[in-house]
């Protein structure tokens, strides 16, 4: 072969593939975890794969409070809660998440939802502050997770948000944070009424709740269809991870593990382990999986 026409096939093909190389989840170590994700996105937009997925059917679902963001020493819904009313509730110490929904709901009875979604969002880009990391919420989002949403874009996922944190507090910024229009945040969704016009804050709480079987109820009603890729880190998130699994999907865990950086959940990773053990599911470590943990 003529060395003009062998450089000629060196320049061809050599975007190719350094396109093909690409890594598109720098901040992920090499292993199982980033290798059983990266595959079954790539497959599901791959005509030619076995695993192909019409691209309607490309919906992949997060949970946020410790899938997406740190969730301790509190949700991030608590803290905004006492922010605005910290002296009232100096004394508030929510047993459950169930708990703080009957705390906030209460708290904001009466308030437009415009002004809740303007404090919300006031409150986790600008006033927040972590007494551990001394950082606002919003800079506490975990950073190879923001990776893998991008990455499903890039093969044409859509994505939604499915938490038990309420919906307008996680609409507030869900553009912004994770790039998910408001519209595909699946929360906790309180009744409205109106009030001159105004929609305002009935100070009760839809049913059912969006956790545990109530996050798969709340996801059929939505999407007509289970997703085929969904993310969580707790027991709120086992139906909804089973459900995905079970219809052919794939479920990934977030695994809180890395004491030095972040927390470890310690016996409640022992228990989430064996109560997880009847599912196909990715157990993604935080620890052995991701490299920088947080935006600088």
Not at 53 to 58: L, S
Not at 138 to 146: E, F, I, K, N, T
Not at 216 to 241: C, E, F, I, T, W
């Amino acid at each position: 072969m003529k060395l003009s026409i062998l450089l000629s096939l060196v320049m061809v093909f050599s975007p190719l593939v350094l396109a093909g190389s690409k890594d598109s989840l720098p901040n992920w170590n090499s292993g199982l975890s980033k290798t059983r994700l990266s595959q079954f996105i790539r497959d599901a937009s791959d005509p030619e794969a076995k695993n192909y997925i019409a691209k309607e059917d490309r919906i992949a679902v997060f949970d946020v409070d410790g899938t997406l963001w740190v969730e301790k020493p509190n949700y991030a819904q608590l803290d905004f809660v006492l922010s605005l009313k910290a002296n009232e509730l100096a004394m508030a110490n929510p047993k459950s998440e169930k708990d703080l929904l009957a705390l906030s709901s209460a708290v904001f009875k009466g308030v437009s939802e415009k002004k809740y979604q303007q404090y919300a969002r006031e409150f986790l880009l600008r006033k927040s502050r972590h007494s551990r990391y001394d950082k606002k919420q919003a800079q506490l989002v975990y950073r190879p997770m923001l990776e893998l949403m991008a990455m499903l874009r890039e093969h044409d996922f859509e994505i939604y948000l499915c938490t038990g944190s309420d919906e307008g507090l996680i609409r507030s910024v869900s553009q912004e944070l994770f790039s998910v229009p408001p519209q595909n945040v699946i929360a906790q969704n309180v009744s409205y009424v109106m009030s001159d016009g105004e929609l305002v804050r009935s100070g009760v709480y839809r049913t059912p709740i969006n956790l545990a079987e109530g996050k798969v109820s709340n996801l059929q009603h939505r999407l007509g269809k289970a997703p085929v890729l969904a993310v969580g880190n707790s027991m709120g998130d086992y139906h909804m991870l089973k459900w995905v699994s079970r219809s052919g999907g794939l479920a990934a865990l977030l695994v809180h593990d890395d004491e030095q950086r972040e927390y470890d959940y310690g016996k409640k990773n022992k228990k989430l382990a064996k109560a997880f053990s009847d599912i196909d599911i990715v157990n993604i470590s935080m620890r052995e999986e991701f490299l920088q943990l947080f935006d600088d």
